[in-house]
């Protein structure tokens, strides 16, 4: 939760950011390899809540006929998306942010950047509810 909350709030300040393209660009391939040796702590975490669900649902039914296993099955989607989004702004925006070669390419990657930080902000609000939502309801395990 804590890699969560601040790279949401590194991405709000990005995103609300009016620097010239030149000098967003320079931030963003200095500052985002930083975040590399978060990737580890993030496949244990990602690990120990798969486990941590199956306790929690038991079995297939009732990750598929229950209200908390539904949500659960919900929840992995977006973080998915969250993770589809990532990988793509890794992979392909900051390079092309490293190779633009004109001002207009640079703005042009810049806006999508900012467009995906905002949809991946939108998703980890809308994951964070959903945990929330899950807190209140029993797990799916004493449902089936």
């Known amino acids: 939760m804590l890699s969560a909350d601040i790279l949401l709030a590194t991405y709000a300040a990005f995103r609300r950011s009016k620097a010239k393209p030149t000098a967003s660009a320079t931030i963003i391939s200095v500052w985002l390899p930083g975040f590399e040796w978060w990737k580890h702590a993030e496949v244990a975490l990602v690990a120990s809540g798969l486990i941590h669900g199956w306790f929690l649902v038991g079995s297939l039914s ?34 092309a942010l490293a190779k633009a070669a004109t001002i207009s ?11 995906n930080i905002l949809a991946e902000q939108i998703l980890g609000v809308l994951v964070v509810g959903i945990v929330g939502l899950l807190g209140t309801l029993s797990p799916a395990i004493q449902g089936s």
């Open 62 to 95: 009732a990750l598929i006929g229950t209200t908390y296993g539904e949500l659960l099955l919900l929840k992995l989607g977006l973080f998915g998306l969250m993770l589809c989004l990532a990988a793509f702004n890794r992979f392909w925006l900051v390079p």
């Open 105 to 115: 390419q640079l703005d042009l990657a810049l806006t999508r950047l900012r467009r």
